[in-house]
Every structure is written in C-alpha cells, then in structure tokens.
C-alpha cells in the first residue's frame, strides 16, 4: 500500500515550494470518510485514492490534482457532499471532484458509437478542466492494476471498456507509457489466449534477440562516439498489444513484424537529430518511404521525433527513433509534461505552439468565457459533421450538422417530435426549420393536438426524425382509408339489406382478410379506402349466395384481383422448375429462408393461398410447421436460369480484399444481388452475399474460388436468418 509520506516526497522531487499541508489535508479528510470500507482485495478502501494519488504525484501534476485524486470517491461513496469538499478544500478541488465523480456515473453502452460518444463527453469534461481526465485516467489504471479481485466477467467488460475508450484518451492527451500500459494490461484480461501466446513468443524472441540488439546498440554508440556525439541509445521489445494488433491489422506472422525491436536515440539538441540520421542512413541504407518528420511536423498530441526505417547489419529492417530529451518527454508524458506542478500557470508560448489543440481547452478552463468557441474548435477537429446542443436541463445531444429543432424534439421523444409546434434557441423563438448551431440550448414547446406535416420532411436531416414522420403520415392515411373503406362497405352492404359493422363484429370477414393475405380485417377495409377493392367485390366475397349484379362480372375480377394478390403472374414460369408429386399446375413459390437451389434436397409445404413453399430438407423454419401440410416435391428437368443463395464469408481485412471477392464471384460467371459487409476494429471482417446461382454446382464453384482468395478464413452457405 502506498503511504502518504511516498506521495509527499514525490511531490518534493519536483516542487520544493509545493503546498504539501494541502495534501496532507486531503489524506486525512479521505481517511476518515472512508474509514471501514474496504477494496475487493480486502484492502482498506483508502489504498485505492493513495494509489491514484501516487501515480498523479508521479505525473509531477500540481497539488490541488493529487489532493482531488486522494478525495476521488469520496462524493460518489462516502457520505460528503461536493458542499462539503468546497468548504473544506476550495472551489477548484470541489469542482474537480465534482467532474470526476459525473465522469465515474457514464455508463458506456455497448454500443459501436460508444467510443466517439464518450471520447466526447471526456472533451467536454476536459474543457471544464483537463484534471478531471488525468484523475480518471489514474483512477482506471489503479483499477486495472487490481483488476484480479473482479469475477471474470466483470474483469472482460472492464477490460474491453478500457482499450474502448481509455487508451485511446491517453493517446489522444499523449500520454504514451499510460495508454501502453492501460492496452496490456487489458490486453491481458480481454484475451487471455491471445496475450499468453504472444507473451511466449516475444520472450522467445528476446533470448534469440539479445545479441542481435546489443550488436546495433554497440555500433551505433561506437559510430555516434567517433564523430563526437553524446547520445542516449536504447532498444526495446514493441508492447504485447501493438504487437498482436499489427499482426491482426496487417495479417503478419509473428515474426514477420519487423519492428518487433524499437530503437531509440535521444540527443541534446534538435538539430542533431537530423544530422544522426544522416550519420545513419551513410551506415545502413534507408528505405525512404519509411521516413516520417514528427519533428517538422508534429503530431496534433505534440508528439515530435524523426522516424526512418533502414536495412541493418545483417539485412534486416530496422526501425530508429530520433528525438531531443524534452521531446522523449513528451512522448511519453503528453499533456502532463506540460500540465505539471507550475500549478496551471500559462503555457509558455513556444509549448503553446505545439500544443495549439490542447491549449484552445487550457485557455478555455482558464477563462471559461466562451465554451461555444471551444466547443467548436473540438468539434472541427474531432467530429467536423457533428454539432453539440443542449437540452434546458444543461443535458448534451449529438446532432449532425444542419439539424433543425424538429430533429432535436425526435431525438428528445416521438412524442415530443409528433407534438412539436415551436422552438426557442437561447431563449428566442426560432422557426421550425432553423439550423441549429453547436452550443445552443434549445428547447420545444409542443401542443397535445398537434401533428406532423409532411412539409417537415422537406427540412429534417436525422433518420429518426424523417422516419418517424413518414411512419405518422401513413398510419394517417391508413386511418384515413379505414374510415372511407368502412362507409363505404356500409352504403354499399346496406342497399343489399345486410348490416356491415355488425358482420364485421361476427367475425364474418375473417375468412376473407385471410385469403388476401391481410393480418386484420381493418386492412382489408383499408385497401377498399384505397381504391384497390371495390365493396362490390368485398361483398360477394361476404355473401356468395347473394345474387350478382348483371352489369358487372365482379366474379371474374375478383378472380383476377385476387390472382394478383397471391402472386399467380408467377405461374407463367412453369412451376419454376419443381414437381409437386400428384399435383398439377400448382403455384410454387421459394422460400426466402433458405433459397433452395437445384441440386439440393427439398420439400414442400402447402401455405393458405400461396399454393407450395419450397424449403430446404432440414431448413429450421420447416421443423416448425404442421406436418399434414408437408408435400413431396423434386427438381423437375426444366428449371429456371438462377436462383438466390446466401453465403457468409469470414476474413482478416486488407486492401481490395472486397474487389477480389468480388472479381471472383463473377469469374466463376454468378451474379452479386446483395451485399454486406462488417468489419471490427480488430480487422475481422464478416461478409454476406447474396449471389444468384443456377445450381448448386455453381454455388460449390463460388464457394471453393472464394475460399482460394488471400485472407479469406472461412466460406459457407447460410440461411437468410443467420
Ligand atoms: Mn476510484
């Protein structure tokens, strides 16, 4: 367990004038909310906030940042209140608890927006004040450090949440050995099989290696050493998770990841960095492509060094950094090698230039005067098509550029979209169709008896919004021609002295909202609004008995009404290719479940008043139906020219992977009908096809050209609910 007095001489090291009593402070307050509650290891609670304390300290953060990090949790578990912490310890450490306890209530959804959605709101956080991140930051790597007392389960999802979102933060603040760490240490809990087999073969490598990397090492200290150069030369092994994710990305064998080994040299000035790399490109020969100046152009983190590839002594890749110490520093410590003890004084200008995203958030939590603008300037770096407003309540909403107060109301509730006749922004009503703008607090005013136009649908840009008002316009007009069909069956059934709503209630339309394929009679009726069905033909279909009208032959239309409802065009192709044992000239339609295809085994099922489905033998859809109404059925010898089949493909991804796929697919002369495609993070790529085949020889052909592509793991035929 870390002590308190580690902390304090830790601060010491690199502030001499700290406020330590401030600290002290804090640990004493902590210890005693905390008092008799205890961490997963059994541990006192308060080793957790020390720990955090610790690794804030070690950071070089100012004092008001470890004194929050050693009152963390204290808000969120112990009986303080923010309140409390602000009369005790000031505005600003209340203020940084606060944040740090808001951050510790997002809950990540699982879904894929996940990490932009809270890579935003840790923006957002960092813009009130870049010390709530680095606390939390801290706080998940001391609970990564102890992830061992979490059940397995808990440990995954812990783990996953960080490689998610928390490493890439770190990265994002460039705060190297943090996100390095945070990845393997996830890395190991998330994919244990895959950690333990790299983890071998990198300490295999190591014993292999070690001659090897001294071998460079001795050369270039002994070349840098004759032209008079001091230098700091080290070699070390890439971490376990870049390795294992370059293989993945890259589709490598171990060792084919050439810079398994990074080699570093740090010197004392700037321009020597470039003058060494010509020192060694005259040793070894470069591979010019593989040069990348971080030092001219540094990247967005402040990242800065010279990256070159060369081929080194035994004709192998060798991958050198080049970097100044002050840069090594950064690159290692990202923003916290600026954020440090000098207590949040301003950046001087030169690091301000490096660090021109970061110090637009700094200047802003100095100043807090104008969060739009910073808001906007995340928003063009980060999401350049997004926009950021808020609810009355402070709450934030994503929205795409050029959404308007309506597709706010949608994203708020159906409800409050359907209900929506006006907007304020910033307290000013605004028209309907205003274009929002990051930063404005809107708010809806809705009326219980308003709807919809469809004119709303010539001005909202999100899918929610647009399809939520085509979905009530319809439903609309459905209610609509229920209600015209309905007077006039009435009318109409009336003449003939019968009463419809009450054969309606009996039951007695049943039967015929059936046959035409309706779920409920109202459809029916629907369709009759609609034009589609004339109540005459309804009623004969009601009333067979009843006698025909002589000017119009409703029977035959009906006939062919009907005939067109159950599909009876696609009788002209003679039964598609099947013969229905004992039956002729007998509507046969393929089921869509499983797209049997010539050459496989089938079987038919007979379906009210769509003639027989032809189903695959042992499709799962076929397991569930009534066997009085299985049929035999087999390929007749005329069949149709192609028939659908879908197939799965699994893949590691690399470019043009899908222009093989599909060059191959046509090669082999099928035909590409549909096509899907995923691909996570990690470079798995799932794929599928629906491609029409005329057999299943043909389909066989496809599958094992496909199987034949690089990177392709796996082909196989599916059914569509797979
Ligand atoms: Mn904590």
Redesign the pocket.
Known sequence: MVRINDILDTIVEYNVDADLHLVERAYIYSAQVHDGHMRLSGEPYLS??LA?AFILAKMKLDVESIAAGLL??VVEDTHATKEDIENLFGHNIAHIVEGVTKL?KLTFSDKVYRQAESLRKMILAMADDIRVVLIKLA?RL??MRTLNYQKPDRQKAIARETLDIYAPIAARLGIFWLKQELEDVSFFYSMPEEYKAIDILVNKARDEKEAYVKEVMEKLNEKLAAEGIEADVKGRFKQHYSIYHKMLSQNLEFNQVYDLIAFRIILDKRAQCYEVMGIIHNMWKPIHYKFKDYIGVPKQNGYQSLHTTVIGPHGERVEIQLRTLDMDEVAESGIAAHWSYKEGAAIDEQTGKTFAWLRNLVDNQKELTDPDEFLENVRIDLYPDEIYVFTPDGEIKTLPKGATPVDFAYMIHTAVGDQCVGAKVNGRMVSLNHKLETGNIVSIITAKDHHPTPDWLNFVVTVKARSKIKHWINAQEKERSISLGKEMCEKLFRKKGYNFNAMVKAGELDAIAELFSFKVVDDLIAHVGFGKITPLQLFHRAVPDAEKDKEEDTGDKLSSILGKLIGRKKRRKKNEGVVVKGLDDILVKFSKCCNPLPGDDIIGFITQGQGVTIHRKGCLNTLQMPPERKIDVEWSDSYAESYPARIRIRATDRTSLLADVASTISKVKANIINAQTETSEFGAVKSYFTVSVSSIEQLEKVMSELRKVKNINDVKRIDTSE
């Open positions: 957790h906030p955090v963390h949790d510790s706080d001391h609970n």
